[in-house]
């Protein structure tokens, strides 16, 4: 039972331009979304969190939008970079669950 | 301040073998929790430690346990490997349950 989704396995991005990471949900009872980075080699590094009760949170420049009524939540990444070229996971955190459910992870490529 | 380590990076196992995996928890952290990610998935949640005792467990079989020390590090084990069991294995630390922080991982291979 795949309770978060992220169904675009890879995106490829021009330099400047803005990135879209999707991710849905099914589970209404999650409390936090979070989006984590991983470079190959390392473990996931923290991004951006959101909590449900919020629809929108903002960090430079990234930006995550949650839409509960459609159990749906985007990372907006403006403008990307190369650097930023990674595998983006999203994830979600219910307080009675007590642990992290990861989606499948979204390949992003940017190109100078 | 020292992040999350793990040891060790790789490791290859024969299929009915056992493996111990360690990992290091950052400076202050109480809670570790451990996470399988297979090829091209997410992680998934294998179990939580938090002051030394399991606090959570994800859909695995009793052959995967687990250990924390007073110092708050802490070993996975796995018994009589399978195929299935390749994967990267990660830690993450954390003072409070939501924000965690993952070391590199243990690659783990089983033939």
């Known amino acids: 039972d795949q309770q978060v989704k992220q169904n675009s396995p890879s995106l490829s991005v021009q330099e400047g331009r803005i990135s879209i990471l999707n991710c849905d949900y099914t589970?209404?009872?999650?409390?936090?979304f979070l989006w984590y980075k991983k470079y190959p080699a390392e473990g996931p590094t923290f991004l951006i969190s959101?909590?449900?009760?919020?629809d929108k949170n903002e960090d430079g420049r990234f930006t995550v939008f949650l839409n509960k009524s459609a159990k749906h939540l985007s990372l907006h990444i403006v403008p990307s970079q190369p650097g930023d070229s990674a595998v983006y996971f999203c994830?979600?955190?219910?307080?009675?669950?007590?642990?992290?459910?990861f989606g499948q992870g979204t390949i992003l490529t940017v190109h100078p | 301040e020292t992040g999350v380590t793990q040891s060790p990076t790789h490791l290859i196992k024969t299929r009915g073998q056992q493996v111990t995996l360690r990992c290091s928890s950052q400076?202050?952290?109480?809670?570790v929790s451990w996470y399988q990610q297979a090829l091209g998935q997410g992680p998934q949640f294998i179990f939580q430690?938090?002051?030394?005792?399991?606090?959570g467990r994800g859909n695995f079989p009793p052959r995967f346990s687990g250990l924390q020390f007073p110092n708050y590090s802490s070993e996975l084990n796995v018994n009589a490997l399978e195929l299935d069991d390749s994967a990267l294995y990660l830690c993450?630390?954390?003072?409070?349950?939501?924000?965690?922080?993952f070391g590199p991982g243990t690659r783990l291979t089983v033939t």
């Open positions: 430690y938090y002051r030394e005792e399991e606090n």
């Open positions: 993450a630390s954390s003072s409070q349950r939501l924000e965690q922080y």
């Open positions: 959101i909590s449900s009760i919020k």
């Open positions: 400076s202050g952290h109480n809670t």
């Open positions: 994830a979600a955190w219910g307080t009675s669950y007590g642990k992290l459910t």
């Open positions: 589970n209404s009872m999650f409390d936090y």
